[in-house]
C-alpha cells in the first residue's frame, strides 16, 4: 500500500504541472470521475498487477522452452540498438492490430470498452482498463520480444518505457514532437483515438508510423470535441469490472456491432466511421 500511494504521488508530481503549464485542454484537476480513475489506479497496482506479471514470467518460461536456440544465436549477433529498433516495431506491430481488433471483434470490445469510458483525459485515465484486456495488451505486446530472447531484465525496462509513455499519451499535455511524431505516440494523436466523434483511429500505442503505414493515421489541427462512447454502460468502478464478464454483455454487444455494421457500409476501421 505504501509503495502504491508513493508511485501515485510520483506519477501526481510529475504530470501536474506539464498539465498545468502545457494544457491541452482547460480542465480542473479533480474532473468529472476522477475518483473512479482512483479507483482503477489502485485496483491496478494493488490487486491485478502480480497476477499480470505472474502470467506473463509465465508465458516468457513457456516460449524459453521452445527450440530457438539457433535463431537466438544469429540475432544476439546483431548489435543491440538494431535489437532494440527491431522488438519495438514487431512488439508494435503486434500491438497495433491487437488493439484495432479490440474495436471490431465484440468479445475484445466488450472489455476495451471500458477504457474509452473517461470523458475526460489525462494521465491518471491511462490506468481505466478492465484487467482481462490489461493481460491482453500487455501479452500481445510482450510475445515478439520473449520469441526474440531478451533477458527479463531488458523485457522489465521495456515494460516501464511503455507503461510511462502509455500515461503521457493520455495525459492532458500539449506538447509538439516535430517530425518525431510519426516514430513516437503523442497526446495529440491519442486523444484523437479516445474521441466519440473519430474514434477509429491512431491504434498505435507507441509508434505512429503503424497508423501511417495501414491507413489509420489522422491528425486534425483541432482538437476533439467529445470524449468517451455513445453506449450507454455503468461508469462506477466495481460495475465496470463486473459488466463485461456477464453473459448478457456480450450479449447486447453483438447486437450493437450487428445493427452499426448494417447501418453503415464503411470499413468500422477508417478514422471516419461511426463508434462501435
Not at 21 to 47: I, N
Not at 112 to 140: G, Q
Not at 190 to 219: K, Q, R
Request: charged share 15%; net charge neutral.
Amino acid at each position: 500500500m505504501v509503495h502504491t500511494g508513493t508511485v501515485f504521488i510520483v506519477f501526481f508530481a510529475m504530470f501536474l504541472p506539464l498539465e498545468r503549464l502545457f494544457a491541452l485542454h482547460k480542465q480542473r484537476v479533480f474532473r468529472t470521475e476522477w475518483s473512479t480513475d482512483v479507483c482503477f489506479f489502485l485496483g491496478q497496482y494493488l490487486l491485478f498487477t502480480t497476477p499480470v506479471v505472474g502470467c506473463l514470467v509465465w508465458l516468457h518460461a513457456q516460449v524459453a522452452q521452445w527450440d530457438l536456440a539457433p535463431f537466438h544465436d544469429v540475432w544476439h549477433q546483431t548489435p543491440f540498438a538494431l535489437q532494440l529498433f527491431a522488438a519495438v516495431c514487431l512488439s508494435d506491430l503486434c500491438i497495433y492490430w491487437g488493439h484495432r481488433l479490440s474495436h471490431q471483434l465484440p468479445f475484445l470490445w466488450t472489455f476495451h470498452r471500458v477504457h474509452h469510458t473517461s470523458p475526460k483525459l489525462d494521465w491518471l485515465a491511462a490506468h481505466r482498463e478492465h484487467p482481462i484486456d490489461n493481460l491482453y495488451t500487455r501479452t500481445i505486446e510482450n510475445l515478439p520480444i520473449f520469441i526474440l530472447g531478451f533477458p527479463l531484465e531488458t523485457i522489465a525496462g521495456f515494460v516501464m518505457f511503455r507503461g510511462l509513455w502509455g500515461l503521457f499519451i493520455h495525459s492532458n499535455v500539449n506538447i509538439k514532437l516535430g517530425w518525431l511524431k510519426y516514430l513516437i505516440g503523442s497526446p495529440h494523436l491519442h486523444h484523437w483515438h479516445h474521441a466519440e466523434e473519430h474514434p477509429h483511429c491512431n491504434f498505435a500505442n507507441l509508434m505512429p508510423l503503424m497508423d501511417v503505414l495501414f491507413g489509420t493515421y489522422y491528425e486534425p489541427k483541432e482538437l476533439p470535441n467529445q470524449y468517451g462512447i455513445p453506449d450507454e454502460i455503468p461508469h462506477n468502478y466495481l460495475r465496470q469490472l463486473i459488466d463485461p464478464i456477464m453473459p448478457w454483455t456480450l450479449l447486447n454487444t453483438c447486437r450493437r456491432f450487428l445493427a452499426r455494421s448494417r447501418s453503415s457500409p464503411k470499413d468500422d476501421a477508417s478514422p471516419t466511421s461511426p463508434h462501435v
